[in-house]
């Protein structure tokens, strides 16, 4: 397929998913659904998938996240994840299901590794573009700012306690900020591309919805900041974009 014909193929898969109501979710209102985009019709997806677009500029992230790095990231490691997927899920006992009952379903087992890592692959980096943007500066507010004081105490606790997760993980995976089945924030990290949806595979005290991750694998930060993981999170809180999380975090605590 021609690089032309395939973005405006993605283009209209991403708007229709857009368009998708949210089987769950029938009390969410379509400015919410719009607000939070594809990210969770994403989980009704089955079958072969297309790379989403990145929705903004590679250089949107620049100083803190360079313009190179958002480009290998989202057009070779993001699509690579996508092509083994489409390579092994013809024929497999998960063609039929939705990336939600595929996350549900997976086991340790050998023969789930290539769904559990590029299935997760697929998921962890869609929701990550999902949340990215200037901040200038700016924090949660609304109901996200208050469930992170009454869950974490302050704002600047939560930032130590997610930048901790992510440093803390060894070797490629996520720090993640999740809702737990009583609506109740809480943080963890997941090795390679696991995450809080896959409830056979992480601990019981992981299980939940991610409400945003950080990528913390080499590839995310190594162009810019080399092997300074920790200067990779001080600069990844610049470009958290609050309105968009906060919406995210709304639609899934309804
Ligand atoms: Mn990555």
Not at 79 to 92: Q, R, T, V
Not at 117 to 144: C, D, E, I, Q, R
Not at 177 to 186: E, G, H, P, S, T
């Amino acid at each position: 397929m021609k690089k032309r014909e395939f973005l405006k193929i993605s283009g209209m898969v991403a708007a229709g998913l857009m368009l998708n109501p949210l089987s769950a979710c029938k009390t969410i209102s379509a400015t919410q659904k719009k607000a939070n985009g594809f990210i969770d019709s994403l989980l009704q997806e089955k079958g072969e998938l297309i790379l989403p677009p990145l929705g903004y500029d590679f250089k949107a992230l620049e100083p803190h996240i360079d313009a190179m790095t958002m480009e290998i990231h989202h057009d070779k490691h993001h699509a690579a994840y996508i092509k083994k997927w489409n390579e092994a899920i013809k024929g497999s006992t998960f063609a039929e299901k939705t990336l939600a009952e595929v996350f549900a379903s997976l086991t340790t087992a050998k023969e789930n590794n290539v769904f559990r890592n590029n299935g997760g692959g697929h998921y962890n980096h869609s929701l990550f573009w999902s949340v990215l943007g200037l901040n200038n500066g700016s924090k949660p507010t609304g109901k996200l700012a208050e469930a992170i004081t009454r869950d974490f105490g302050s704002f600047e606790k939560f930032a130590e306690l997610i930048k901790d997760a992510g440093l803390k993980q060894f070797g490629s995976g996520w720090a993640w900020l999740c809702v737990n089945a009583d609506k109740k924030l809480f943080i963890c990290a997941t090795p390679n591309q696991d995450n809080p949806l896959m409830a056979q595979i992480v601990d019981k005290e992981k299980q939940g919805t991610p409400v945003f991750g950080i990528d913390v694998w080499e590839h995310a930060y190594y162009l810019k900041y080399v092997n300074e993981r920790k200067k990779y999170l001080e600069a990844i809180f610049n470009v958290l974009d609050w309105a968009k999380i906060g919406k995210r975090f709304e639609l899934i605590t309804a």
